[in-house]
């Protein structure tokens, strides 16, 4: 399935996320270069969540430029597979190849 199709299908969870899935499908419907960062106004990007098996802990990095803590991710770079990216993303910046999914839906 597509990135379109994934955020026509996903269910909002509050008002906020109903805003930002409008404003999505608006930009992936105006622009076409949303998966790039050559489109300055609007860019796609992966993250995820790492969780210790028994979800108690989060691992969380040092953000440089924000000089903040932070979970994982990273740009798009042109590829529409943000799960891909988002696992891509959590082995580069900490090594970590063994992942499970807990979910595999944005």
Same mark, same amino acid.
């Given at each position: 399935?597509?990135?379109?199709?994934?955020?026509?299908?996903?269910?909002?969870?509050?008002?906020?996320?109903?805003?930002?899935?409008?404003?999505?499908?608006?930009?992936?419907?105006?622009?076409? *270069?949303?998966?790039?960062?050559?489109?300055?106004?609007?860019?796609?990007? =992966?993250?995820?969540? /790492?969780?210790?098996? #028994?979800?108690?802990?989060?691992?969380?990095?040092?953000?440089?430029?924000?000089?903040?803590?932070?979970?994982?991710?990273?740009?798009? *770079?042109?590829?529409?597979?943000?799960?891909?990216?988002?696992?891509?993303? =959590?082995?580069?910046? /900490?090594?970590?190849? #063994?992942?499970?999914?807990?979910?595999?839906?944005?």
């Amino acid at each position: 399935m597509g990135l379109k199709e994934q955020i026509e299908n996903y269910i909002p969870y509050n008002e906020q996320e109903v805003s930002d899935k409008e404003l999505m499908l608006e930009y992936i419907n105006t622009f076409n *270069d949303v998966l790039t960062r050559e489109n300055k106004m609007c860019h796609f990007t =992966a993250s995820n969540w /790492i969780v210790n098996k #028994n979800r108690t802990k989060v691992l969380m990095i040092y953000h440089n430029i924000y000089k903040s803590w932070a979970w994982t991710g990273g740009h798009a *770079d042109g590829d529409s597979d943000l799960l891909h990216i988002a696992l891509k993303e =959590a082995q580069e910046k /900490i090594g970590l190849s #063994n992942l499970k999914l807990l979910s595999d839906g944005i």
